[in-house]
Protein backbone atom coordinates (compact mmCIF):
# COMPACT_ATOMS: atom_id res chain seq x y z
CA UNK A 1 0.00 0.00 0.00
CA UNK A 2 3.02 2.55 0.94
CA UNK A 3 5.12 1.67 -1.86
CA UNK A 4 2.15 2.48 -4.32
CA UNK A 5 0.89 5.83 -2.88
CA UNK A 6 4.82 6.19 -1.90
CA UNK A 7 5.81 6.55 -6.08
CA UNK A 8 3.11 8.64 -6.89
CA UNK A 9 4.48 10.93 -3.90
CA UNK A 10 8.65 10.42 -5.04
CA UNK A 11 7.22 11.52 -8.46
CA UNK A 12 4.59 14.12 -8.34
CA UNK A 13 5.38 17.35 -9.59
CA UNK A 14 3.50 18.88 -6.45
CA UNK A 15 5.56 17.28 -3.96
CA UNK A 16 8.18 19.41 -2.21
CA UNK A 17 9.02 17.51 0.85
CA UNK A 18 8.92 13.98 1.91
CA UNK A 19 6.75 13.75 5.27
CA UNK A 20 8.39 12.39 8.47
CA UNK A 21 5.31 10.86 9.65
CA UNK A 22 4.41 9.22 6.77
CA UNK A 23 5.13 5.24 8.26
CA UNK A 24 3.74 2.19 6.79
CA UNK A 25 3.44 -1.37 8.64
CA UNK A 26 6.74 -3.92 9.78
CA UNK A 27 6.85 -7.15 8.10
CA UNK A 28 9.21 -8.86 10.11
CA UNK A 29 8.14 -9.93 13.23
CA UNK A 30 4.87 -9.50 11.88
CA UNK A 31 2.04 -12.70 11.86
CA UNK A 32 1.30 -14.64 8.33
CA UNK A 33 -1.97 -16.45 8.16
CA UNK A 34 -2.01 -18.76 5.21
CA UNK A 35 -5.22 -20.34 4.31
CA UNK A 36 -4.63 -23.04 1.56
CA UNK A 37 -1.24 -24.62 2.53
CA UNK A 38 -0.39 -26.68 -0.67
CA UNK A 39 2.55 -26.42 -2.73
CA UNK A 40 2.72 -22.77 -3.23
CA UNK A 41 1.73 -21.94 0.36
CA UNK A 42 3.91 -23.61 1.63
CA UNK A 43 6.96 -21.59 -0.64
CA UNK A 44 5.23 -18.16 0.77
CA UNK A 45 5.97 -19.80 4.52
CA UNK A 46 9.10 -20.44 3.10
CA UNK A 47 10.16 -16.82 1.97
CA UNK A 48 8.02 -15.68 5.01
CA UNK A 49 10.64 -17.63 7.44
CA UNK A 50 13.33 -15.47 6.24
CA UNK A 51 11.57 -12.17 7.54
CA UNK A 52 11.08 -13.65 10.74
CA UNK A 53 7.14 -13.98 10.40
CA UNK A 54 5.39 -15.83 12.70
CA UNK A 55 3.51 -18.33 10.29
CA UNK A 56 -0.41 -20.04 10.92
CA UNK A 57 -2.09 -21.73 8.45
CA UNK A 58 -5.47 -23.05 7.85
CA UNK A 59 -5.57 -26.35 5.56
CA UNK A 60 -7.54 -29.21 5.04
CA UNK A 61 -5.02 -31.76 6.48
CA UNK A 62 -1.87 -30.57 8.64
CA UNK A 63 1.03 -31.39 7.32
CA UNK A 64 4.31 -33.67 8.33
CA UNK A 65 5.77 -31.88 11.59
CA UNK A 66 9.18 -31.75 9.75
CA UNK A 67 7.58 -29.83 7.34
CA UNK A 68 6.43 -27.16 9.93
CA UNK A 69 9.19 -27.08 11.62
CA UNK A 70 11.32 -26.20 8.25
CA UNK A 71 9.38 -23.01 8.58
CA UNK A 72 8.19 -22.88 11.89
CA UNK A 73 4.51 -22.73 10.65
CA UNK A 74 1.65 -23.57 13.51
CA UNK A 75 -1.83 -25.41 12.39
CA UNK A 76 -4.84 -23.44 13.28
CA UNK A 77 -7.17 -26.45 12.67
CA UNK A 78 -10.57 -23.38 12.99
CA UNK A 79 -9.75 -20.83 10.23
CA UNK A 80 -11.53 -18.32 13.10
CA UNK A 81 -8.46 -18.85 14.76
CA UNK A 82 -6.08 -17.94 12.24
CA UNK A 83 -8.22 -14.87 11.00
CA UNK A 84 -7.99 -13.49 14.79
CA UNK A 85 -4.34 -13.17 14.86
CA UNK A 86 -2.85 -12.39 12.20
CA UNK A 87 -1.27 -8.94 10.81
CA UNK A 88 -1.86 -10.49 6.60
CA UNK A 89 -4.05 -12.99 5.70
CA UNK A 90 -2.75 -14.71 2.21
CA UNK A 91 -5.37 -16.65 0.86
CA UNK A 92 -3.66 -19.22 -1.57
CA UNK A 93 -6.80 -21.90 -2.05
CA UNK A 94 -8.55 -23.29 -4.97
CA UNK A 95 -11.64 -21.98 -6.33
CA UNK A 96 -14.18 -24.91 -5.39
CA UNK A 97 -18.10 -24.87 -4.35
CA UNK A 98 -16.34 -25.02 -0.77
CA UNK A 99 -14.10 -22.03 -0.98
CA UNK A 100 -16.64 -19.69 -2.83
CA UNK A 101 -16.85 -16.60 -1.32
CA UNK A 102 -14.34 -18.34 1.91
CA UNK A 103 -14.05 -14.59 2.97
CA UNK A 104 -17.36 -12.87 4.06
CA UNK A 105 -18.47 -10.31 6.45
CA UNK A 106 -18.39 -12.88 9.26
CA UNK A 107 -14.79 -13.50 8.58
CA UNK A 108 -13.49 -10.15 7.67
CA UNK A 109 -15.07 -9.03 10.96
CA UNK A 110 -12.74 -11.81 12.92
CA UNK A 111 -9.54 -9.59 11.54
CA UNK A 112 -7.79 -7.34 13.24
CA UNK A 113 -8.47 -3.86 12.22
CA UNK A 114 -5.27 -3.57 11.66
CA UNK A 115 -4.77 -6.45 9.09
CA UNK A 116 -4.53 -6.89 5.23
CA UNK A 117 -5.99 -9.50 3.19
CA UNK A 118 -4.08 -10.68 0.33
CA UNK A 119 -5.31 -12.88 -2.28
CA UNK A 120 -3.06 -14.86 -4.62
CA UNK A 121 -5.62 -17.63 -5.69
CA UNK A 122 -9.32 -16.44 -6.99
CA UNK A 123 -11.38 -13.48 -7.29
CA UNK A 124 -14.54 -15.70 -6.24
CA UNK A 125 -12.69 -16.77 -3.10
CA UNK A 126 -13.51 -13.54 -1.13
CA UNK A 127 -17.36 -11.91 -1.51
CA UNK A 128 -16.53 -8.67 -2.85
CA UNK A 129 -19.38 -6.88 -1.50
CA UNK A 130 -18.33 -7.55 2.05
CA UNK A 131 -15.07 -6.47 0.60
CA UNK A 132 -15.69 -3.04 0.10
CA UNK A 133 -17.92 -2.40 3.14
CA UNK A 134 -14.99 -3.80 5.30
CA UNK A 135 -12.74 -1.44 3.44
CA UNK A 136 -14.61 1.55 3.73
CA UNK A 137 -15.69 1.19 7.26
CA UNK A 138 -11.88 0.22 8.29
CA UNK A 139 -13.08 -3.20 9.59
CA UNK A 140 -9.32 -4.21 8.08
CA UNK A 141 -6.61 -1.37 7.34
CA UNK A 142 -6.14 -3.19 3.90
CA UNK A 143 -6.31 -5.71 1.29
CA UNK A 144 -4.44 -6.69 -2.30
CA UNK A 145 -5.76 -8.57 -5.07
CA UNK A 146 -3.82 -9.89 -8.03
CA UNK A 147 -7.67 -11.51 -8.97
CA UNK A 148 -10.70 -10.19 -8.99
CA UNK A 149 -14.27 -11.23 -10.26
CA UNK A 150 -14.85 -10.86 -12.85
CA UNK A 151 -11.47 -9.66 -14.72
CA UNK A 152 -11.06 -6.97 -15.24
CA UNK A 153 -13.54 -5.32 -12.64
CA UNK A 154 -16.07 -3.38 -14.38
CA UNK A 155 -14.82 0.33 -14.24
CA UNK A 156 -17.22 1.75 -12.15
CA UNK A 157 -17.25 -0.89 -9.55
CA UNK A 158 -16.42 0.54 -5.79
CA UNK A 159 -13.21 -1.26 -4.84
CA UNK A 160 -11.40 0.55 -7.68
CA UNK A 161 -12.69 4.01 -5.56
CA UNK A 162 -10.93 2.95 -2.48
CA UNK A 163 -7.53 3.94 -1.46
CA UNK A 164 -6.62 0.67 0.74
CA UNK A 165 -6.62 -1.48 -1.37
CA UNK A 166 -4.26 -2.69 -4.33
CA UNK A 167 -4.99 -4.31 -7.23
CA UNK A 168 -2.73 -6.38 -9.54
CA UNK A 169 -3.86 -7.65 -13.25
CA UNK A 170 -3.46 -11.30 -12.83
CA UNK A 171 0.57 -11.18 -12.83
CA UNK A 172 1.39 -13.66 -10.29
CA UNK A 173 2.76 -15.76 -12.92
CA UNK A 174 3.26 -13.40 -15.27
CA UNK A 175 7.15 -13.54 -15.97
CA UNK A 176 8.92 -14.81 -19.05
CA UNK A 177 10.70 -17.60 -17.34
CA UNK A 178 7.38 -18.72 -15.41
CA UNK A 179 5.66 -18.56 -18.78
CA UNK A 180 8.23 -20.91 -20.47
CA UNK A 181 8.03 -23.43 -17.70
CA UNK A 182 4.20 -23.80 -17.85
CA UNK A 183 5.06 -24.38 -21.66
CA UNK A 184 7.32 -26.65 -21.05
CA UNK A 185 5.65 -28.63 -18.84
CA UNK A 186 2.17 -28.93 -20.69
CA UNK A 187 4.56 -29.79 -23.49
CA UNK A 188 5.67 -32.51 -21.60
CA UNK A 189 2.46 -33.98 -20.24
CA UNK A 190 1.03 -33.86 -23.58
CA UNK A 191 4.06 -36.09 -25.12
CA UNK A 192 3.80 -38.43 -22.04
CA UNK A 193 -0.02 -38.96 -22.68
CA UNK A 194 0.69 -39.94 -26.68
CA UNK A 195 3.51 -42.24 -25.70
CA UNK A 196 1.10 -44.49 -23.31
CA UNK A 197 3.26 -42.98 -20.20
CA UNK A 198 2.48 -41.83 -16.58
CA UNK A 199 1.93 -38.22 -16.63
CA UNK A 200 3.66 -36.10 -14.98
CA UNK A 201 1.34 -33.00 -13.86
CA UNK A 202 -1.99 -35.15 -14.13
CA UNK A 203 -4.88 -33.59 -12.12
CA UNK A 204 -7.57 -35.83 -10.32
CA UNK A 205 -10.52 -34.59 -10.24
CA UNK A 206 -12.38 -34.44 -6.68
Not at 154 to 177: E, M
Not at 184 to 190: L, P, Q, R, S
Not at 199 to 204: A, H, K, L, R
Amino acid sequence: MYLHSGCQIAVSPDTKYFAVDWLGVEVTRATLGIIGMGSIGYKVAQRARAFDMRILYHNRNQRRKEEEEAVGAHYCEKMEDLLQQSDFVMLVVNLTPETHKLIGKKELGLMKPTATLINISRGAVIDQDALVEALQNKVVRAATLDMTDPEPLPRDHPLLKLNNIIITPHIGTATVQAIHMMAEEAITNMLAVLNGQPIPSEVFPK
